[in-house]
């Protein structure tokens, strides 16, 4: 018998000062047996610092042409791609195809994620975002998370303030060149 994904549950105060968005969200999150806590939370930040209407999860490892998260216009059009890891770069060319816009966040060495890319198409690389987030950043907020979660998120001029249950933490979020 397969083992089921652990929903989680994380209630969020969101305030991206640098885009100007600010919101109280409660995010039930499914968590995939094969599904590292660093992968999942950094799934939930991309989902937090990519905050725009029509975002959702997407099907995850369960699910071969969708993101870890996307966005979706009103008539069900993808507008926003996001990736969550070291996607192949198959992975992120047909997701730039498909949206109008594509980012990966990345809690892994991003010089080893450009590396896995190199000679490789990717539909429009240049406008492709990477971000990466510490690993030890990861690490110790994994540290914290329980079943019900109390999140706050904070971003202002790229520095993140981020507390969960607690744990309060602080780190970059580096932005690389996919060209």
Known sequence: MAIGSTILVF????????????EDLTLRVA???????????????AYCLEYREGIEFGGGVS???EPAVLAKDLTG???AWIE??????ARVHFGSKLADYTAVYTHRDPQKVLASWEGKTIHRAD?????????????????????????SVSVT???????????????????????
């Not at 209630?11 to 600010?22: M, N």
């Not at 047996?33 to 939930?44: G, Q, W, Y």
């Open 127 to 151: 406008q492709v975002v990477l971000r990466s987030l510490d690993p030890k950043f990861i690490d110790g907020a994994t540290r914290a998370i329980e079943r019900r979660n109390t999140l």
């Open 63 to 65: 699910t071969a042409y």
């Open 157 to 179: 001029e790229g520095e993140l303030y981020f507390e969960l249950n607690g744990t309060s933490l602080v780190t970059t979020v580096r932005s690389h060149d996919v060209t």
């Open 84 to 89: 969550v890891g070291s996607p192949d770069a």
């Open 77 to 79: 059009k993808i507008t």
């Open 11 to 22: 209630t969020v105060q969101l305030a991206d000062v640098d885009r100007g968005v600010y």
């Open 31 to 45: 968590r995939h047996p094969s599904e590292t806590d660093a992968f999942m939370l950094t799934r939930i930040l």
